[in-house]
């Protein structure tokens, strides 16, 4: 399954890595001053390592034979590593005292006053003030390096605490800025045609309010369109009832009064038209009911004494030849919050569907089980899945010849979903190879 784009995940992707690449970069910057420091640092230690060890030197010399100077041996024995080697030299170049570390090769410098830099080393040269001997401390550049490297790495270990942190404080702080955002549009996706009533914009920030003020504004010019529908639908099948049964009773006895005739026989035409208008205007004000948000209901009734009035009603009908059987599991209830007079709406429009549609040579079976599930299954053909997508869209109809307005299944599915529950057409009914099926599903 795809997963929806989000904001806040770019958003901590984004804040994130940019938090890293200015960390990486003041990381940069303080590696070169740090480079700058040390070097500046090392130098003057190396500096003033020089002149002290060339005065003390100098000094030991002076209490030794002239004879013995150049067999002067190393005066330092440590085994340890040393950061700074240095030699002694005399005016011709030679080495005539080391430390432990260096080589017994003079290093590779001149002997004149002042820094030099080799491949490994830098040294710093300083003489007597009669020019006879020279002081050279060589300090290797892997020093340094080792302790701008040690820098470096002090300063990028915090990122690994950092990165994880960011994230977590990134998607606290998005997740509080946006929460508004997520209330409006949990409000906004409950609106229907059923419930119409203006966003709250008095707790939005106000980088938002415009969006719940717009949206307001096309409830408002919603619900006035759907208002002016429902009061033309109603007060027109209202106003059409009287005088639709006034023409159908004329019509009824003029067709009674006329003889056996081509006249009589137009005259029973009018009144099947103007039955079938009837039904329509009884259709037509069901749905501006249904539209009106009928169906939902805070009081829990008892649904199964109307189902059973109502099933009651059609078998005691002539015009159903006994087809209809009902069947209740022992001990089935249908206590649910819904409106009655909604779900008597409901189970005349599916009764009458499976009648009129079903196979008029096998029966209509109408079965209620344990946990509230009503089933209404009628004979015929089976029908093909793309037409049961559409059947609960108003105005359709199925392959049939049977008179109807394609408004039944349509009303049944809106007052349905306002009880919160589903209506599901099955073909072929389940368990067997053909017929429909209607179930309804309330939730208790």
Request: aromatic share 4%; hydrophobic share 45%.
């Amino acid at each position: 399954m795809k997963r929806e784009p989000s904001i806040v995940a770019p958003l901590i992707l984004a804040l994130t890595g940019v938090v890293v690449v200015f960390w990486l970069v003041a990381i940069g910057l303080g590696i070169g001053v740090i480079q700058g420091e040390v070097d500046e640092l090392f130098d003057s230690a190396q500096r003033e390592a020089t002149e002290r060890l060339l005065a003390l030197i100098v000094d030991d010399l002076n209490q030794r034979d002239q004879a013995d100077f150049p067999s002067v041996p190393t005066l330092n024995t440590a085994t340890s590593r040393e950061y700074l080697t240095y030699q002694v030299r005399d005016r011709d170049g030679n080495v005539v005292l080391r430390s432990h570390d260096a080589s017994p090769k003079p290093f590779d410098a001149p002997l004149a006053r002042g820094f030099h830099d080799n491949d490994r080393q830098r040294i710093y040269t300083e003489a007597t003030a009669d020019g006879t001997l020279f002081m050279q401390v060589a300090d290797r550049f892997a020093n340094r390096r080792e302790a701008v490297r040690e820098s470096a790495v002090t300063l990028l270990l915090p990122l690994i605490v950092l990165i994880p942190a960011s994230i977590f404080a990134i998607w606290f702080i998005v997740g509080r800025a946006l929460k508004p955002i997520e209330v409006l549009r949990r409000e906004i996706a409950t609106k229907d045609s059923g419930n119409m009533a203006a966003v709250d914009e008095g707790r939005l920030p106000k980088e938002i309010k415009p969006i719940a003020r717009s949206v307001n504004l096309l409830l408002g010019r919603l619900r006035s369109a759907l208002e002016a529908e429902r009061e033309f639908s109603a007060n027109s099948a209202h106003e059409l009832r009287t005088p639709i049964a006034g023409a159908l009773a004329q019509v009824e006895r003029l067709a009674e009064e006329l003889p056996d005739n081509a006249a009589r026989t137009r005259a029973r035409q009018i009144e099947n038209s103007l039955v079938n208008l009837g039904r329509l205007a009884e259709k037509l004000l069901q749905l501006s009911r249904a539209e009106a948000g009928i169906g939902a209901s805070d009081t829990v009734t008892d649904l199964r004494q109307v189902l059973e009035m109502i099933v009651g009603d059609y078998q005691r009908d002539s015009r159903t030849n006994g087809r209809l059987s009902y069947t209740a599991t022992i001990g089935a209830t249908l206590l649910r919050s819904a409106d009655m007079d909604a779900f008597g709406i409901v189970m005349r429009n599916l009764i009458e569907n499976a009648l009129l549609h079903g196979d008029q040579d096998l029966p209509v079976r109408i079965s209620l089980d344990e946990v509230g599930t009503i089933r209404i299954v009628n004979g015929g053909a089976a029908i093909e899945e793309v037409d049961l997508a559409v059947l609960k869209k108003r105005f359709r109809r199925g392959s049939t010849g049977a008179l109807g307005s394609g408004l039944g299944l349509a009303i049944s599915d809106r007052i349905v979903s306002q009880m919160g529950g589903t209506l599901e057409l099955l073909s072929p009914a389940s368990g067997e190879t053909s017929g429909f099926e209607a179930r309804v599903s309330l939730p208790a």
